[in-house]
């Protein structure tokens, strides 16, 4: 552990022990503790999904948006085993929030479609997913839903029994091993937990054939690149990923409320599977740059790497008031120091002159580091009585954001949001009615750099040209508001129906206002725009569900319209070539920088647009053999225009998902076929998708071990039984990186 941890560790015993402050039993569990306003069991009718402790404990590792990914209405963007982004109904990138117990997660996943979501997965409770108008009661600017993944590491009542869980896992795709340990108990007055996880996995497989590659999709150019790729891999290069995490926690409670702290720490490494390179055109335009830069003269590739390493530390609390018109009052503060490290490693060479070459063509070495510091405090005052459940929430967050280093494409940014929000839920004529107002204050401040080229005259030459940069700072103010109502009412014991009317703001990112550079991961040289102007989303959301002896039904329709919706304009082969031409006519010499390296050129760009779907489910359970069997179908669809008429990018088509389960006593298993179908609608750019079947196979074991409740849970599970090439239309690299193929592991929970 580091130097920060011991500090924060000393600093929070000081303070229990000289509080003096007494554990006692106290505060009621709250069901979905990202929200503001308490639900019991009952009451949530919300569009949202909870996937359980026991799910969680026998799914097998990966990243967060593949372990959601096959809940109605949710995806994901991956970009090799490590990273999986969350999307939530078309809705990706900051429109979709990730949450460690109700608090953002301030990683670097918003700056590149390469950077993973920092959550740990070990010893967790549950996620949860909110998808619509309701995620404003838990984020700003959540357009299209939030993503909680919620632990106990700092305890809101205290631990009955011990409990010690210990993990391994091993997996064949991939040759994964995984090793976790999670402890937690009452030690007279404080509940301490502790959790560590070690996961290390190789090179994924895929199926034969499956990497498409990008010049593949080029006329005129299979002949000249034949011979490097004669033979196909059966599984992706430089796919490997390694994580090790910490996390500890000590909390005191009482009737008085409780009082906590916790401290977490992850580090990760993982390759980077597909990398963009300057030399690498766009459509066919790499005359000057050749296509084999990336490799030396013995035909090594280098390979191209990620670091991260995350340290979090968390204060909470609450205070119940027994009298006057405020009940309870809860606060917390949050600490987050994340580093993301990129590096390039080749073997080492004799031939200096190759070195030199490999110089003069402009590729870097050396390592970029991206890096965000934040702090973010909050304040919750619960002032509702039996009738009127009101609360009013106050929050602060600083951040700083810095890229530094070879591949630096924006300069650092600092950033400060305020906010302030009212939430008030009631019963009123049979229907539940829950109402949410928010106002966002954002400010940020950073810099573009523009570079020109001044031209010199001497006797040698007619023309030297000296490029030089410009640097013109902003500072950039968002005052946003906006608000939520969510109608639920049960039409009988059966049926409910939910409404959920919703005008959501989000302000640009800092990415989408200041991003200037080469952005390899996308293959693209993207540009902001620091005048673009703040989403507003219109969001309208009817759910019915039904549920009836063994049957039960579900079905929403959404529809959000989202004025100014932000998003990545790419050139068209035409305007790259004109602006080819321009920038290079009567300069021979040109380094090609004005060419963007032969990149696509991308801008942040506004339109309004429209994301209109549904999502329906039909099931039925049923007694067989002193057990219950269940079965499901389900369907989601997102279709997303521009007012234009034209397609939003990387949407992912509709799909069907048929599921069948059974448990028994101890045993339980699952058989989960998701059928993806085509995707045809495209954007500038993009390229279709072909449909792909995925089958995924989960059998599980519960058996008493040694004495007392101690068992041990076996997990076989199988993921894409049919190996089939599989990739998702969201991915920027969907050709390049697709799904992994059979992966089949055995999982081992020991509980104590």
């Given amino acids: 552990m580091k130097t920060k ?56 590792s990966q990243s967060l948006g593949e372990t959601i990914d096959s809940l109605l209405g949710v995806s994901s963007a991956d970009y090799g085993a490590a990273v999986g982004q969350p999307i939530i109904r078309g809705m990706s990138g900051s429109r979709v929030k990730v949450l460690n117990n109700g608090l953002v997660v301030r990683d670097m996943s918003g700056i590149g479609t390469d950077h993973l979501n920092e959550v740990d997965l070990n010893a967790i409770k549950q996620i949860e997913i909110v998808r619509g108008p309701l995620s404003l009661m838990y984020s700003n600017g959540a357009i299209g839903g939030i993503v909680n993944v919620v632990d106990d590491t700092i305890a809101r009542e205290n631990f009955a029994d011990r409990d010690l869980r210990l993990g391994l896992e091993t997996q064949s795709g991939n040759d994964g091993k995984v090793g976790q340990f999670s402890y937690k108990e009452n030690l007279g007055s404080l509940n301490f937990t502790y959790a560590y996880k070690d996961g290390s996995f190789e090179n994924y497989d895929i199926p034969m054939g499956a990497v498409i590659h990008s010049e593949e999709h080029e006329e005129g150019h299979e002949e000249d690149h034949d011979e490097d790729h004669d033979e196909d891999l059966d599984y992706l290069e430089n796919s490997d990923y390694e994580n090790q995490s910490h996390r500890l926690g000590l909390s005191t409670v009482g009737d008085w ?48 790497f990620s670091t991260t390493d995350s340290q979090v530390f968390n204060l909470e609390g609450s205070y119940v008031f027994n009298n006057g018109s405020l009940n309870s009052m809860r606060y917390f503060y949050r600490n987050s120091d994340y580093s993301f490290t990129e590096q390039h490693e080749e073997e080492d060479h004799d031939d200096e002159d190759h070195d030199e070459d490999h110089d003069e063509h402009g590729h870097e070495e050396g390592p970029t580091l991206f890096s965000n510091d934040s702090d973010e405090f909050g304040l919750i005052l619960d002032f509702g009585d039996d009738s009127l459940s009101q609360k009013l929430v106050l929050q602060n967050m600083n951040e700083d954001v810095s890229i530094i280093g070879a591949e630096a494409f924006m300069n650092p940014v600092d950033s400060t949001e305020k906010m ?64 939520a109502l969510s109608i639920d009412s049960m039409l009988n014991e059966n049926t409910t129906l939910t409404l959920g009317l919703a005008s959501v703001k989000r302000a640009p990112s800092a990415v989408e206002l200041f991003m200037n550079g080469e952005h390899l991961a996308t293959g693209r040289f993207e540009v902001g725009d620091v005048t673009l102007e703040s989403e507003t989303s219109n969001n309208i959301d009817l759910r019915f569900d039904y549920e009836s002896n063994g049957f039960f039904a579900n079905a929403t329709i959404f ?72 079965f499901s179908y389900g369907m989601d669809y997102v279709n997303a225009k521009f007012k234009d008429r034209t397609y939003v990018p990387r949407i992912n088509p509709r799909r069907h998902i048929l599921s069948m389960s059974y448990a028994k006593d101890s045993t339980n298993a699952s058989l989960t076929l998701r ?35 101690s068992e041990m849970v076996v997990t076989l599970f199988a993921k894409n039984l049919l190996d089939e090439a599989a990739r ?25």
Avoid: C, W
Avoid at 260 to 279: K, R, T, V
């Fill in 257 to 304: 409320g409780h009082f906590g702290a916790s401290f977490q720490d992850i580090e990760s490494l993982y390759g980077i599977p597909f990398h963009g390179e300057e030399h690498e055109g766009h459509g066919g335009h790499d005359e000057d740059h050749g296509g084999e830069e990336e490799h030396d003269d013995d035909g090594e590739e280098e390979r191209i």
């Fill in 559 to 630: 529809r959000n319209d989202v004025a100014d919706y932000i998003y990545l304009r790419d050139e068209t082969e035409e305007e790259h070539e004109m602006h080819a031409e321009d920038d290079h006519d009567g300069h021979e010499d040109h380094d090609d920088h004005d060419d963007h390296g032969g990149l696509i050129l991308s801008n942040y760009m506004q339109k309004d647009a429209e994301f209109s779907g549904y999502e329906l489910e039909l099931g039925r359970s049923i007694s067989l053999n002193d057990g219950s069997m269940t």
């Fill in 728 to 752: 998702n239309h969201s991915s920027f690299v969907k050709d390049e990186v697709p799904l992994p193929g059979r992966n089949i592991g055995l999982r081992f929970n020991m509980r104590f």
């Fill in 675 to 709: 059928n993806v179908k085509s995707q045809t609608k495209l954007s500038l750019n993009e390229t279709p998708t072909e449909s792909y079947n995925m089958l995924d196979l989960k059998l599980s074991q519960r058996i008493p071990i040694f004495y007392g409740d």
């Fill in 420 to 483: 302030i929000g009212y939430y008030v839920g009631t019963s009123l004529m049979g229907l539940d009615l829950h109402l949410g107002i928010r106002h966002d204050r954002l400010n940020r401040q950073g810099t573009v750099t523009h570079a020109h080229e001044e031209e010199h005259h001497d006797e040698d030459h007619d023309e030297d040209h000296d490029e030089e940069e410009e640097m013109e700072s902003y500072d950039i103010d968002r005052n946003e508001t906006s608000m």
């Fill in 5 to 60: 941890f011991y500090l924060y560790m000393v600093a929070l015993t000081s303070t229990i022990i000289t509080t003096g402050l007494i554990a006692q039993d106290s505060i009621e569990e709250i069901t979905v503790t990202s929200s503001y306003v308490k639900h019991s069991d009952d009451e949530v009718n919300d569009p949202i999904h909870l996937l359980g402790e026991e799910d969680l404990e026998t799914n097998s």
